[in-house]
């Protein structure tokens, strides 16, 4: 470290030598790039992350209202069936004077007994009140009672309502000691009517926390939730703090972000609170990392540029002595550096004066010599596909001349066949001209198989001009061809079918061979459902070897390589009669370049 400290306190004493240049230019380019890209990638990265904690937690706190709007639903679902129901309530509430007093209690008793099934129906909710305008009113659990209930604003709010429900919260009633506290309550009110006719009231009665719990269940727990009824009282708050600004939707300010979601339903408001500040936390930590990779890269620079620059300034002051004593006329003193960068070149070159012309030259030369024998190797490498096409040609022209049409056309199949592979590096072709090929193949293969084989091509005219990968049948119909027909040693049929809709191609192989035994058919079965890993043969090695006889099991990887696990093949075959391959692929009506 002393030695280190040294060093620099001499560096930045003699500002004008080259090292103290060479360490400065080193130290301020690497600071200045360094900073560059990482403020660069720090800023996009951080946006990045700020944008979708942002994002998170709107859908977090509009999935906590929307879960709010359920439980609100479930209620008015049974608040609804209360004031509804003409057996239970509406013909006792709006019953006839006069009638026999046993019959009057069993009508009471029969609402008595359905106020109390409401009451066990649902866990939460912890009292039922059925309010007649004839005087009458029933109660299950413990609700909050009313000296007088057609004097508080509330039930004129429900009564006004003509039907619909009302949401409210109720935290006193008129038997309670003004110094105690009662917990809140959540109450639905509903007005019952008889042909158009109001003629009472029921009241749903819920604990206030069925709320909190709604909230509290959400996934940001740092999260304060503000809910207010349609009249802009709150309902609910999570924790104290400031009123909101106002605001539509989404808004972010003074570091705290802000999301409203209002009901239809409800005519309730939610609006979420969060600090920006708690959901960008990654963003910090990410910050302060950097910061303490800058820096310890600083230091690395720091002290790499004191022995880069100390190693190149001192060969510079040894080839410095050397010339002086070249130039004292010590010529024979020509020891070169034993060093391998420009310093030691340059040494190298002045050491030996007039004899490294020779050296030059003769370096000129062999570079001159491997650059041509470099030439002559790309030239033949352009030569070699020309001279295999002239050599079919010339076969082809020999079997024309002896009257041999076999050898000639399996000669012309095969040069259209490579002809068409080569002539471009696209990976894909379009279906028609795949279907050319296989075509060219199969006239080959004919003259090979002992038995006659019928290819049948359906095609859908929609599916024609849609681009596949270069040749991707042409394993499948290799597979049916030799592996099922020709064992068979009979004739051989194969149908190859390609539809078009909802946005997939299907293409299936089917041939009357051999098929596939059962548990050949399931271990294939397993290796096409297995997924995709990275030592598995890509797709580009794959179309180097159109004709290495790839089977299905490539072909499906080939597949999911270029298009994902949602595209494969499937596989059908009895043994003794048949055999099908059905492929998917997604419709591409574009260049590759343009298929996301």
């Not at 060479?22 to 992350?49: D, H, K, N, P, Q």
């Not at 001279?387 to 020999?398: D, G, P, S, V």
Request: proline share 4%; aromatic share 8%.
């Amino acid at each position: 470290m002393k030695t280190i400290m040294n060093n620099l306190l001499l560096l930045f004493s003699v500002r004008r030598t080259i090292q103290a240049q060479i360490f400065v230019s080193f130290l301020v380019l690497s600071m200045l790039t360094l900073s560059g890209v990482t403020w660069i990638w720090y800023a996009s990265t951080a946006e990045t992350i700020k944008r979708n904690a942002i994002q998170d937690a709107r859908s977090n706190i509009v999935q906590s209202h929307n879960n709010l709007e359920i439980v609100l639903k479930d209620f008015v679902s049974i608040i609804t069936l209360v004031s509804i129901d003409r057996t239970n309530v509406v013909e006792v509430l709006n019953r006839k004077k006069g009638l026999t007093p046993y019959i009057d209690f069993l009508l009471q008793k029969k609402l008595e007994d359905f106020v109390g099934s409401l009451y066990s129906y649902k866990p939460y909710i912890s009292a039922v009140t059925i309010i007649g305008f004839n005087g009458e009113q029933y109660n299950s659990g413990s609700p909050y009672r009313f000296s007088s209930y057609d004097q508080q604003p509330w039930f004129r709010e429900i009564v006004k309502a003509n039907g619909k429900p009302v949401f409210l919260r109720i935290d006193r009633d008129d038997y309670t000691p003004s110094d105690t506290t009662l917990k809140p309550m959540l109450v639905i009110g509903r007005a019952i009517k008889s042909n158009d006719k109001t003629i009472g009231v029921v009241l749903l009665y819920a604990p206030y926390d069925i709320i909190r719990k709604v909230y509290d269940n959400g996934p940001l727990s740092t999260t304060r939730f503000i809910v207010m009824d349609n009249h802009n009282q709150t309902m609910f708050e999570s924790r104290a703090g400031d009123k909101p600004p106002d605001f539509q939707d989404v808004l972010e300010k003074d570091g705290q972000l802000y999301v409203k979601q209002k009901s239809a339903f409800s005519g309730w408001t939610t609006i979420g609170a969060v600090s920006v500040d708690s959901l960008i936390n990654d963003t910090v930590t990410l910050r302060n990392r950097m910061f303490g990779v800058i820096g310890l890269t600083l230091v690395a620079v720091l002290l790499v540029s004191i022995v880069i620059s100390r190693r190149i300034t001192n060969n510079l002051r040894r080839l410095r002595d050397r010339m002086f004593k070249i130039d004292e006329g010590n010529l024979n003193y020509v020891t070169p550096l034993q060093s391998k960068d420009e310093v030691g070149h340059l040494s190298q070159a002045f050491s030996k004066q007039m004899g490294q012309i020779h050296s030059l030259l003769e370096e000129v030369k062999w570079r001159e010599q491997q650059k041509r024998k470099a030439e002559i190797k790309a030239l033949q490498a352009q030569i070699d596909p020309h001279f295999l096409y002239n050599t079919l040609n010339t076969i082809q022209f020999l079997a024309q001349l002896q009257q041999v049409p076999n050898i000639k056309e399996v000669t012309t199949s095969l040069i259209e066949l490579l002809r068409d592979i080569t002539k471009n590096d696209s990976e894909f072709t379009t279906l028609q001209d795949e279907i050319t090929n296989l075509q060219r193949y199969v006239n080959i293969q004919s003259y090979r198989l002992v038995q006659p084989v019928s290819v049948h091509y359906e095609v859908e005219d929609e599916a024609q001009h849609c681009l596949i990968p270069r040749m991707l049948i042409q394993p499948l119909l290799e597979n049916a061809l030799i592996h099922g027909i020709e064992p068979t040693k009979r004739k051989g049929i194969v149908s190859i079918k390609v539809q078009a809709a909802e946005n997939r191609l299907t293409i299936v192989v089917t041939d009357n061979g051999a098929g596939i035994p059962e548990d050949k058919l399931a271990r294939l079965d397993r290796l096409l459902q297995e997924p995709l890993h990275p030592s598995h043969q890509s797709a580009s090695d794959a179309s180097k070897n159109r004709f290495s006889g790839l089977g299905v099991i490539n072909v499906a990887q080939r597949v999911r390589l270029l298009f994902g696990n949602d595209y494969s093949l499937r596989l059908y075959s009895q043994q003794g009669l048949f055999t099908t391959v059905e492929m998917t692929l997604p419709i591409l009506l574009n260049n590759r370049e343009d298929v996301s």
